[in-house]
């Protein structure tokens, strides 16, 4: 096993500090910089400009509540409100529309491809592109893991809590087509088990059923389903520091029309996310895909996707500065500089 170096967080204006001393540094110093070639450089971290790499990415998405029934509800929803104090949320996050389905629509597609309303069934197939277009055009593994779908690939409107317009794939043809990507539909019970195998694809879609994402059941359900089926995905290596793992859960409409659909709930999770971080920057369903695409590598982006703002807003970037040893050559620590 290796061992992580220890890290000591310093602020940036002792970042400034030490660049002024390395300006003043004699040449003995200099000599120590370069015989210390072989330690691990320093990882100094910015601000992001561009968006971070992920080796995965979840995507949860919960029902019908707006940003005011959820953010600050710790009554109701205590583990995910710590989850929003510890990491980063969006506050001017608006849905684009109501009701679910097209929603679901602009998060997969950048649009809605015409349908407008709630629908399923045998003749509503989306032809525009789509996420399973480009994620399985670069190469890059996904599931939708469907809480109640009753079978792998299952057609049909509904079971039990389980309904076909919350799960948006089922609706590309990319996918009705298509055995193989059908397939990658499956109930929710996989995760547990894909997530012990080591087996996670490297973008995961996640629908609760209609008790667990808050639309027939409470809050409170839905928060204790949320901390009940992801705690352990959190203390997973790619959820570490030095991890890259991005956990995302948004709402898919509000109860209101602003901006289309209401402001709702969006929150960023995972050890490139800046801490305890407030976005006040207007975004929308489609700033999320792009987002999950260009983050997972995909050049192309979907409909609205293309123009979209990016979210880079939430992560900060580590840059790696071998001269920062000379502080601690003789102790072997490196300094992580980390500016939000």
Known sequence: MKHKRPTVILPAAVALFMCCLLSQADSSALNIIKTA????????SQPQTSTPSFSHVFLIVEENHSFSNVVGNRREMPYLNHLIRTYAVATQYFANTHPSLPDYLWLTTGGTDGIARDVCGDGFTVTADNIVRELAGAGVSWKAYEDGLPSVGDPGCGSGEYVEKHDPFAYFSDVQSN???????????????????GTLPRFSFITPNLLHDAHDGTLSQADVWLKNNFQRLLKSEMFESGGSGLLIIVFDEGTDDSHGGGQIPWIAIGPKVKRRYQSVTFFQHQSTLRLILKGLGVSTLPGAAASAPDMTEFFREVVE???FHLAHTSSGRA??????
């Open 335 to 340: 300094f992580a500089i980390e500016r939000t």
């Open 321 to 323: 500065v071998s001269a």
């Open 179 to 197: 055995s193989v990507q059908l397939d990658k539909i499956v109930p929710f019970t996989e995760f547990a088990t894909d997530l012990a195998d």
């Open 37 to 44: 070639g072989q330690e691990p450089p320093t990882r100094v």
